[in-house]
């Protein structure tokens, strides 16, 4: 007689209550969930995975403290669960993980998008549990590039060195509100000050975090957390009110990153 599959043990990880309870009652629906476990918060979940050692994970991107890659850094990639990334970053999310759908979630997901990677991931967990199996293939190889990336300093800038005739100045990248082309350089906009920067716009965008940073138009770049409002305008465009009273415009161009990243219509 065939031995039964071993119940899967899956843990939901969003600092937004109705995200995760949207998880769980699919989860709770599929017969081959065992267990589920809710962490709110990278703290509470780094904590699970190290002591209950879920099968599977679905872990949002963007939380306070500790975000989805952060929770990764802390447990390590060689222990880390099977695992589902959930974001609203449209645009990012496909450049990111296209290479294996099977690693993320696109907030807000469909049924039928939500099935099809339970698929996966259930065929991917099948084959770790097998006697032949590699649990190096938690994670696509696009994922897995992208957290190398964030855990090598540097290739995510934490800091920007503006230099001067006589000194360079250390402006830390969460300190910035906004960004804006210049020609071949970028004025950088922290704290009431203004720094010309020697690179292209689309240069600094590349190291910049992308889920922090957000392209509103072709000649700039805005820190989510400096946003105060949007302004509706005419022709699909909208302001963007920063919390220092500094206006600028989205372009429509742009708005269907922006609608991703927040995971709503404008």
Request: net charge negative; glycine share 6%.
């Amino acid at each position: 007689m065939e031995a039964q599959p071993k119940p899967i043990c899956a843990l939901v990880v969003d600092d937004e209550a109705p995200a995760r309870r949207r998880l769980v009652d699919r989860l709770a629906k599929d017969g081959d969930i065992g267990e589920i476990l809710q962490a709110e918060n990278g703290v509470a979940a780094v904590t699970l995975i190290q002591r209950a050692k879920p099968d599977i994970v679905f872990l949002d991107v963007q939380m306070p403290g500790i975000d989805g890659f952060g929770v990764i850094d802390a447990v390590g990639t060689d222990d880390m669960p099977l695992t589902v990334f959930v974001t609203a970053y449209d645009q990012f999310a496909l450049r990111a993980f296209e290479a294996d759908a099977l690693d993320y979630l696109l907030k807000p997901f469909g049924n039928t998008r939500y099935e099809r990677t339970m698929e996966r991931v259930k065929k991917r967990l099948h084959d770790q549990r097998s006697e032949n199996s590699d649990n190096s293939a938690s994670f696509g190889p696009e994922l897995l590039q992208l957290v190398s990336q964030r855990s090598k300093p540097g290739q995510i800038w934490d800091w920007i060195a503006v230099k001067s005739r006589d000194n360079t100045r250390l402006i830390m990248t969460q300190d910035i509100d906004w960004i804006e082309a210049a020609g071949v350089y970028v004025t950088i906009h922290a704290g009431g000050e203004e720094f010309l920067y020697r690179a292209g716009l689309a240069t600094v965008a590349s190291r910049l975090d992308p889920f922090r940073f957000i392209r509103i138009h072709r000649s700039s770049i805005v820190n989510l957390k400096s946003i105060a409002l949007l302004e509706r305008r005419s022709h699909g465009e909208f302001a963007v009110v920063l919390k220092d009273g500094t206006n600028l415009m989205m372009s429509r161009s742009y708005r269907a990153e922006v609608e991703a990243v927040l995971g709503q219509n404008l």
